[in-house]
C-alpha cells in the first residue's frame, strides 16, 4: 500500500510562516499530482494548492501570493510554505497524492492531516 505522513503543522502568529511537508512512501511506481487540502471546524474540505509531475501549480485564491507549493519527485514529498498567515487559515491540513503503485494500480491517498492554528 501506500502511505502519507504529514509534518510541520503548529500555533503560529498572525504574519507568521510555517512549513508543511508531505512524505510518500510503500509501493509507489509513479505520482501524478500532488495536493495540500484543509478543512476547518464547521466547513468542507478545500483545495489549498496542487502541483502536477512536471511542476505546475495551482492555487485557492485565498492563499496566492501568500503560499508555495513544491515537490521533490525523486523523495515522493511535496511541501507548502505559508507565509503571512491569517487566523482564517487555521485548520486541519491534509496531504493527498494521484498515485500509480508497482501493480499499475492508481488511485488517490491521503495523510492524517496536521493542525495549523493563527492566533495571537
Known amino acids: 500500500q501506500v502511505q502519507l505522513v504529514e509534518s510541520g503543522g503548529g500555533l503560529v502568529q498572525p504574519g507568521g510562516s510555517l512549513r508543511l511537508s508531505c512524505a510518500a512512501s510503500g509501493r509507489i511506481f509513479s505520482i501524478y499530482h500532488m495536493a495540500w487540502y484543509r478543512q476547518a471546524p464547521g466547513k468542507q474540505r478545500e483545495l489549498v494548492a496542487i502541483i502536477t509531475s512536471g511542476g505546475s501549480t495551482n492555487y485557492a485564491d485565498s492563499v496566492k501570493g501568500r503560499f508555495t507549493i513544491s515537490r521533490d519527485n525523486a523523495r515522493n514529498t511535496v511541501n507548502l510554505q505559508m507565509n503571512s498567515l491569517k487566523p482564517e487559515d487555521t485548520a486541519v491540513y491534509l496531504c493527498?497524492?494521484?498515485?500509480?503503485?508497482?501493480?499499475?494500480?492508481?488511485?488517490?491517498?491521503w495523510g492524517q492531516g496536521t493542525q495549523v492554528t493563527v492566533s495571537s
Open positions: 493527498s497524492a494521484n498515485v500509480v503503485s508497482d501493480l499499475s494500480l492508481r488511485g488517490d491517498y
